[in-house]
Antibody, heavy 116, light 112 residues
Framework: EVQLVESGGGLVQVGGSLRLSCAAS????????FNWVRQAPGKGLEWISY????????YYADSVKGRFTISRDNDKNSLYLQMNSLRDEDTAVYYC?????????WGQGILVTVSS | QSVLTQPPSVSGAPGQRVTISCAGS?????????VHWYQQLPGTAPKLLIY???IRPSGVPARFSGSKSGPSASLAITGLQAEDEAAYYC????????????FGGGTKLTVL
């Protein structure tokens, strides 16, 4: 069974940092690309970052470019999102999502709250 | 403002048929990129409902169907049921954007 489990969320002050993790199981992790998608309270889905199976290429949405870094460890079956210089508008539920044609499996989501 | 345009809300009575539109442009759906649809039940993560325009993943009821024509796509739900009440998102790719992945703004389906 495919499972994606996010962790590392929580409350952080404006300007602070947080590192999200996504632990994968039930499939060959290195064979898939992944995305981070977020959802602000009461809002729609916003794609923020993509990483291929080999970690190249990597893409970011303009809203997070230069502040967030996506990475993966294929030996640990894990995906990461390092978030720096956090802003109020980064408050959201963050999802990791496996990509195969579509985003076929999603984690349960983890809440990040940025407070001033 | 989302790259793909969906109606904010639709509604229908149990047993009825509803459709949700997803309008794109020549740099995304109109360029030939596939459209995928996700269902998000309240308080849960999105779930893949339709991929590659028309294909239902295993376990998705045949009441759900997708179509694509030119720069637009649609999701149809027939025999509406109370448990279909959810938000629905279309997703495609856009050649003008780094990373490509774009979502519609989402449509809230209310079952009357």
């Amino acid at each position: 069974e495919v499972q994606l489990v996010e962790s590392g969320g929580g409350l952080v002050q404006v300007g602070g940092s947080l590192r999200l993790s996504c632990a994968a199981s039930g499939f060959t992790f290195r064979s898939y690309s992944f995305n981070w998608v977020r959802q602000a309270p009461g809002k729609g889905l916003e794609w923020i970052s993509y990483i291929s199976g080999t970690s190249s290429p990597i893409y970011y949405a303009d809203s997070v470019k230069g502040r967030f870094t996506i990475s993966r460890d294929n030996d640990k079956n894990s995906l990461y999102l390092q978030m720096n210089s956090l802003r109020d508008e980064d408050t959201a539920v963050y999802y990791c999502a496996r990509q195969w044609l579509a985003l076929d499996y999603w984690g349960q989501g983890i809440l990040v709250t940025v407070s001033s | 403002q989302s790259v793909l345009t969906q109606p904010p809300s639709v509604s229908g009575a149990p047993g009825q048929r509803v459709t949700i539109s997803c309008a794109g442009s020549s740099s995304n759906i109109g360029a030939g990129y596939d459209v995928h649809w996700y269902q998000q039940l309240p308080g849960t993560a999105p779930k893949l409902l339709i991929y590659a325009n028309t294909i239902r993943p295993s376990g998705v009821p045949a009441r759900f169907s997708g179509s694509k024509s030119g720069p637009s796509a649609s999701l149809a739900i027939t025999g509406l049921q109370a448990e279909d009440e959810a938000a629905y998102y279309c997703q495609s790719y856009d050649s003008s954007l780094s990373g490509n992945v774009v979502f519609g703004g989402g449509t809230k389906l209310t079952v009357l």
